[in-house]
């Protein structure tokens, strides 16, 4: 991937590719009215409101630019808060625990397809370049290129061997950023003494360099968007390429990552789709990640297999309908991630305006890798020193009750309990029935299935032999 993203969003091979593209257009058929391409871009632990386009300051004019030619959703959600559960339920369209990969570092039952196996029957050239975190290879056999990143040389050969050979193509770009450590971007961009630090966040010198260097690996990834969209627009496939853009789920600091709060279970997303997709729309429909593998086979023209929990949202994209979803859910399990709680288990759903979240084991003291992290312990250190602000958000971060009920609207962080609300005993009533049944069709035991988790992480037997060679716990503790 080219080190200057900033600088020189091509590559002189890609400018050579699309030199000669005029010429591959006069002699090969137009795909203009054939299925539809498909450009899908994530970003990797991006709470949504820090982006420029969800009122954020994080500085992103290729996704404000993208966003003006198609459709934002402000009510975008995943099903749980970690990168790999979150991208196999994306690409299966089935939510964790039937899919088997819930935990982190997990991995999906024999029986599950993925959106490659769906298109590739249908014809298409499906690529994932970058980041991965997914498997076994069998259930997801795209063709891979890069690391960490995507590789723009990739997509350029790609989007050339799609137009001379009329093949459509699924092209997923998984970014790296800005997940940690943030390395990447300009810092100067976001001077720490003058950013506005979210109200979860306790205002430390250490928060502030964090969240500055954060908001900095943002643009990063939106010049990322650019330098992709670029060379899509550059090609005489653009007119029939679907871009979607996702932010993933929230940043590592807390009360985002591995919380099923908003922060953490909320998303980004943009979609582009010349003729098809109203430009500069916004809509209030309530989707999640479970939809996207639905919705790419109906705009292909393909039947949606009726194993699938997500349901196509093509009709909220071309304008026919304005809703689609009453409730999103989600779930975390701490068991076997990174200075996790050796079980911690979440579930949560959300309507249109409530949040209701059920903790198994409020006893347990909550713990990640954020709890372990420099910043935290500042957070503590000030803690210490009287700062009630400080004191609060530190136990409310480790330690919760056994249910959990927000306003969305008037609380759009979730920090104001209001379980015992007696006003809003049949809010809390309704949204605890609708989780009860998701967990019941999802053959989710709670509990049952968080002690579960290690068997669904391909690591799990060389965790156990090293713990019992140690005498440690088994808790399956691997990098994030």
Sequence with gaps: MSNNLNKAPYSMKN????????????????????????????ADDCTYRDLELYGGQAKTPH????ASEGMTFDRCFQAAPMCSPT????????????????PNHTMAHDW?????QYLQAADYVTHLSGKRHIGPAPVFPFTYSGKSNPDPDVFAEVLAASEAQDQPFLFIAASNEPHSPWNKGDPSDYPPSEITLPPVLVDTPDTREGFSKYLAEITYFDSQVGE???????????GNTIVMVLSEQGNSFPFAKWTCYDAGLQSACVVRWPGKVKEGTR??????YVDVVPTLLEAAGLERPAILDGRSFLPVLTGES??????VFGLQTTRGINQGSDHYGIRSVRGERYRYVLNFTPEVTFENAATDDATFLSWKERAGTGDENAKRLVHDYQHRPAEELYDTVADPWNRTNLIADPELA?????????????????GDEGQATEMKALERMPRHDDVESEGKKKGGKKKGKAKE
């Design 112 to 116: 599950v397809k993925s959106i490659a």
């Design 15 to 42: 400018v050579l590719y699309f030199l000669f593209f005029p010429a591959l257009a006069l002699i090969s058929s137009s795909a203009a009215d054939s299925k539809p391409n498909v450009l899908l871009i994530i």
């Design 283 to 288: 809509s209030e429909a309530m989707i999640e």
């Design 87 to 102: 991208r196999h339920c994306l690409y299966t369209g089935l939510y964790p625990v039937k899919s088997g990969a819930y």
């Design 228 to 238: 992709l969209v670029g060379l899509l627009d550059a090609s005489p496939l653009s």
């Design 426 to 442: 049949v809010v809390r009533d309704d949204l605890r029935t609708a989780l009860d049944d998701w967990m019941r069709q999802q």
């Design 322 to 327: 304005m809703s689609h979803k009453t409730h």
């Design 63 to 66: 996704l404000l630019e993208l």
